[in-house]
T-cell receptor, first 114, second 112 residues
């Protein structure tokens, strides 16, 4: 149990659909992240939120829209996705103060775009 | 631009022997390195880390070695157990930056 939950665990959507991924952390952390993991590729950082403010956007297409209403919740809104967006989407959280920087991951949402 | 590389996609080791997983990086600004383990259908879990001021960090069966001049780190697992079979990711960050870079992972199989 990592303290970071993600829903749904699996999602199949058409290219014209709109859906949202949800992440919740129960660890009292102040930073949250979205990563994309495609097959046999490194995890790609998509977005970072520190204290609910977005601090990183790694050139992610606008069809991915993050939302962080508070420090415990993070959403990724999806619309007009492409088949190449099919991947595992991982949420993570961390405490950015202190001397250790490890991030704690949720189980991921396996997304398939048809 | 892949700044963290794990050149071995897979490794197979006999139970009880040592597993050595390798990782190379290109960014000399990285000052904090981590290893994560990932089982199927689960997110990566933090295993062990090392700061650039050290060259070794040990936690039970797991030891991470850092060679800054070679920009290389390795994870040693000894003795290896079947439950260690998973995908291992190397990660690095710079200056307490949230932007952590990951390798592509090495799948370790420990055979009984």
């Amino acid at each position: 149990e990592t303290g970071v939950t993600q829903t749904p665990r699996h999602l199949v959507m058409g290219m014209t659909n709109k859906k949202s991924l949800k992440c919740e952390q129960h660890l009292g952390h102040n930073a949250m992240y979205w990563y994309k993991q495609s097959a046999k590729k490194p995890l790609e950082l998509m977005f970072v939120y520190n204290f609910k403010e977005q601090t990183e956007n790694n050139s992610v297409p606008s069809r991915f829209s993050p939302e962080c209403p508070n420090s415990s919740h993070l959403f990724l809104h999806l619309h007009t996705l492409q088949p190449e967006d099919s991947a595992l989407y991982l949420c993570a959280s961390s405490q950015t103060s202190g001397t250790s920087y490890e991030q704690y991951f949720g189980p991921g949402t396996r997304l398939t775009v048809t | 631009d892949q700044q963290v590389k794990q050149n071995s996609p897979s490794l197979s080791v006999q139970e009880g022997r040592i597993s050595i997983l390798n990782c190379d990086y290109t960014n000399s600004m990285f000052d904090y390195f981590l290893w994560y383990k990932k089982y199927p259908a689960e997110g990566p879990t933090f295993l062990i880390s090392i700061s650039s001021i050290k060259d070794k960090n040990e936690d039970g069966r797991f030891t991470v070695f850092l060679n800054k001049s070679a920009k290389h780190l390795s994870l040693h697992i000894v003795p290896s157990q079947p439950g260690d079979s998973a995908v291992y990711f190397c990660a690095a960050s710079a200056n307490n930056n949230n932007d952590m870079r990951f390798g592509a992972g090495t799948r370790l199989t420990v055979k009984p």
